[in-house]
């Protein structure tokens, strides 16, 4: 029995580093560690494994990462959000950009 606690361990273990290495690479620079988002698709999901185990283990991670983790399962999609306060600075710097990203969209629009 033991044998298999520790595969378990070992299992988990390894996903919450595949879970944190795609956090992190979900991380734009700018942002300063804030904002972090991750969308797993159907396919990641179905890769990954339990979508029980991927949330769990993306709660492990963002412990690692300094996230303060928010996920959602929705029609075989996980979403892992960093729902952290950030700084003043880095708060602007986003909302500068998502107004900058809606103009654009809606510029494009017209054309």
């Known amino acids: 029995m033991p044998a298999k606690d520790e595969l378990a ?3 988990f273990d390894n996903l919450v ?3 944190e ?3 992190a690479g979900s991380l734009k ?3 300063q560690g804030y904002y972090g ?3 797993l698709g159907e396919k990641a999901v179905e890769e990954l494994g339990d979508p029980d185990d991927i949330r769990r283990a993306a709660r492990a991670a963002g412990r690692r990462l300094g996230w303060k983790i928010v996920t959602r ?3 075989g999609r996980i979403f892992i959000i960093d729902d952290c306060k950030p700084p003043e600075a880095v708060r602007e710097l986003a909302m500068r950009r998502a107004a900058d ?3 654009a969209a809606r510029d ?3 054309h």
């Open 17 to 19: 580093k595949r879970v």
């Open 101 to 103: 990203a809606m103009d």
């Open 29 to 31: 620079p700018e942002y």
């Open 9 to 11: 361990k070992r299992r």
């Open 73 to 75: 399962e929705i029609d």
């Open 21 to 23: 290495a795609l956090m």
């Open 108 to 110: 494009d629009g017209v």
């Open 37 to 39: 988002q991750l969308v």
